[in-house]
């Protein structure tokens, strides 16, 4: 079993449009991430959530938004789609104890977005 | 966010062992040192994590200056699938989200 999928894992669109990706993880862990990588593979974190409660917004544009239907699922809509953000999208999850050395994360397998 | 510096890229060979350093000059005395690494096209997998003392897992070795100035991610005995960018991160306490630099991409030669 995947501890943490996200589908799809390839998304190819046209500038304008709305997509979204979906992230779930198994682990019944507390906290769900979004990172960024892209072009030139720095990995970025997006969001984080605890317990469906928005935690971290690392200064990303509004036409990202993060849902959090339940604390196992974590999902990334992004409208208006630009060039700029054809990029590899990782969702990640930590149990969520904010333990002093900090949580191990939990990847997943990332999903590829292109926007023509 | 405390600052790593790591080198580009290493390159050694199969079965045998690989030292990936790490300098954390800024370290604070509560930053926790982690290493995650990336193999190609998966999301970043986590290594190992220390704080003062040198640590052991099944993947790697973990050692860590007595200044913890800097660490040193010591992989035993490479094999190809070892092969990945590996990232050393530094850890506020309590801190949750990670800030990865660039990494080292480490090649294996059969």
């Known amino acids: 079993d995947t501890a943490v999928s996200q589908t799809p894992k390839y998304l190819v669109t046209q500038m304008g449009n709305d997509k979204s990706i979906k992230c779930e993880q198994n682990?019944?862990?507390?906290?769900m991430y979004w990172y960024k990588q892209d072009s030139k593979k720095f990995l970025k974190i997006m969001f984080s959530?605890?317990?469906?409660?928005?935690?971290i917004n690392e200064t990303v544009p509004n036409r990202f938004s993060p849902k959090s239907p339940d604390k196992a699922h974590l999902n990334l809509h992004i409208n208006s789609l630009e060039l700029g953000d054809s990029a590899v999208y990782f969702c990640a999850s930590s149990q969520g104890s904010q333990r002093e050395e900090g949580e191990t994360q939990y990847f997943g397998p990332g999903t590829r977005l292109l926007v023509l | 966010d405390a600052k790593t510096t790591q080198p580009n890229s290493m390159e050694s060979n199969e079965e045998e062992p690989v030292h990936l350093p790490c300098n954390h000059s800024?370290?604070?005395?509560?930053?926790?040192i982690h290493w995650y690494r990336q193999l190609p096209s998966q999301g970043p997998e986590y290594v190992i994590h220390g704080l003062t003392s040198n640590v052991n897992n099944r993947m790697a070795s973990l050692a860590i200056a007595e200044d913890r100035k800097s660490s040193t991610l010591i992989l035993h005995r490479a094999t190809l699938r070892d092969a990945a960018v590996y990232y050393c991160?530094?850890?506020?306490?309590?801190?949750?989200?990670?800030?990865f630099g660039q990494g080292t991409r480490l090649t294996i030669n059969p």
């Open positions: 991160i530094l850890g506020e306490q309590g801190a949750q989200k990670l800030v």
């Open positions: 959530y605890n317990n469906k409660e928005l935690i």
């Open positions: 682990l019944g862990h507390d906290t």
């Open positions: 800024t370290i604070s005395g509560t930053d926790y």
